[in-house]
């Protein structure tokens, strides 16, 4: 029996999932799922609610903060059945810790900047972080599981808060060149691992370099990941265009093309 509509259509969508996860004539797979193979589809679920928005497709998007809102019931739902939280444990954790970060609003009005309470705000987690007890790090409270370019700059902005952090650019790009250097001698020794270790540093650094600038690493690979893909797109359609197949030209003649592409979108 479908679950009628109620005054809420949220608890709707709770007792939804209740009866998914009945034993008693649940869904078989709902029932197989626990925190850690639900994981992966909260995090899908996530970049989808991001795609949406990059489209500006604000239908998808109600739809997919749906698809996010019911990971957020359904994990409340296999820890409710564990005796760990409920939904509303959930609701009033976050309640509290806006009300705790927004002291500014919701104490006193001090007329604050958008600067200074991503400020305060970073000192309010940092005393949360603290209160928790054990040896306190700068870095505690990042997560693992982030995408890595996001964890390099989240890392690297908490590590400047504590002044560990290049003054200028240009040191920056020196030490981007002292990377490219090892990459290089990596290489050279053949050893994959230590190939590895050296690209990371790598890219460790250029996500310092677009914090510096207070751009987001994660969208600035975003937008050349774009421009590879138009690029790329355009001249498989130009080799058709002269009567070749793309895959059947050597790489002098692909490279050729490429710069074609390139010459195109600067006229």
Not at 135 to 148: F, R, Y
Request: some cysteine; proline content about 4%; glycine content about 6%.
């Amino acid at each position: 029996m479908t679950p009628p509509p109620s005054s809420s259509e949220f608890e709707r969508l709770r007792e939804i999932m209740r009866r998914l996860r009945d034993p008693d004539g649940g869904c078989p797979w709902d029932l197989e799922q626990d925190f850690s193979t639900i994981a992966p589809y909260t995090i899908e679920e996530a970049y989808e609610v991001a795609d949406a928005i990059d489209r500006g497709d604000y239908e998808d998007l109600r739809d997919e903060l749906g698809d996010l809102l019911l990971q957020v019931i359904f994990h409340s739902q296999i820890a409710s059945e564990k005796g760990l939280f409920t939904v509303e444990d959930v609701a009033r954790s976050i309640n509290e810790k806006m009300i705790r970060r927004h002291p500014h609003v919701f104490q006193q009005a001090d007329g604050r900047s958008s600067n200074g309470q991503t400020a305060a705000w970073e000192d309010i987690k940092a005393k949360e972080r603290a209160s928790k007890g054990g040896h306190a790090s700068a870095l505690d409270g990042v997560a693992k599981a982030l995408p890595a370019l996001l964890r390099a700059e989240k890392l690297q902005k908490r590590a400047a808060r504590t002044g560990f952090d290049w003054v200028e650019p240009v040191q920056i790009l020196d030490k981007l060149a002292e990377e490219t250097e090892e990459v290089k001698e990596a290489i050279s020794g053949g050893d994959i691992d230590d190939i590895e270790d050296e690209i990371g540093d790598l890219l460790f650094v250029a996500a310092n370099l677009a914090r510096r600038f207070k751009l987001d690493p994660e969208i600035a690979l975003k937008r050349a990941n774009a421009k590879f893909e138009r690029r790329f797109r355009a001249m498989e359609q130009l080799a058709e265009a002269k009567g070749s197949n793309f895959t059947d030209l050597t790489l002098e003649e692909q490279d050729g093309l490429w710069g074609e592409v390139k010459r195109g979108e600067r006229s």
